[in-house]
């Protein structure tokens, strides 16, 4: 098999939301996070989503984008599919809208960007359970009777 350019990774990014103009093409990421703060587990994120950019290859590959955590036999989630770059000086922009997203624990998730199985870029995503945002009753004060 002859040698081709592996991609490079110039994005992984959480949000939201990502919002697509129909004329420009233009992408609008609302609510960058990199963290979720949760009051129960497992949680389930409603609505999580990805944008992964790409560049330097040529060619067709198979794309993963896969969140796992040490502590889970299995992924959280993992998208896979086939992927085609025209030119190495093309960006390609892929958004993936995950519904329901369930994260068992909290801790280190990792967000990875495999192309023909060969991880290419990863970033870590963290799970912190927080106690419930209500306000306990304020304690009376000693000196009323």
């Known amino acids: 098999m002859a040698y081709r350019e592996m991609p490079i ?4 990014l959480t949000c939201d939301t990502v919002i697509e103009d129909r004329r420009s093409g233009k992408k ?4 960058l996070f990199g963290q979720l703060n949760v009051t129960r ?4 994120h409603s609505s999580l989503s990805l944008l992964v950019s790409l ?13 796992v955590n040490d502590n889970l036999k299995n992924p959280v989630f993992s998208v896979k599919g086939k992927i085609k770059l025209e030119n190495p000086q093309q960006v390609l922009d892929m958004v993936f809208q995950l519904r329901a997203v369930k994260f068992p624990l909290a801790g280190l998730y990792w967000l990875k960007v495999l192309i023909d199985d060969v991880p290419i870029m990863m970033r870590p995503l ?3 359970l927080r106690e419930s945002s209500e306000e306990p009753p304020p304690a009376p004060d000693a000196g009323e009777a």
């Open 55 to 67: 560049s330097g290859g040529s060619g067709e590959y198979s794309c993963e984008v896969v969140c």
């Open 41 to 44: 587990l497992p949680c389930v």
């Open 126 to 128: 963290v799970v912190t």
């Open 9 to 12: 990774g110039l994005a992984l």
């Open 28 to 31: 609008s990421l609302i609510g």
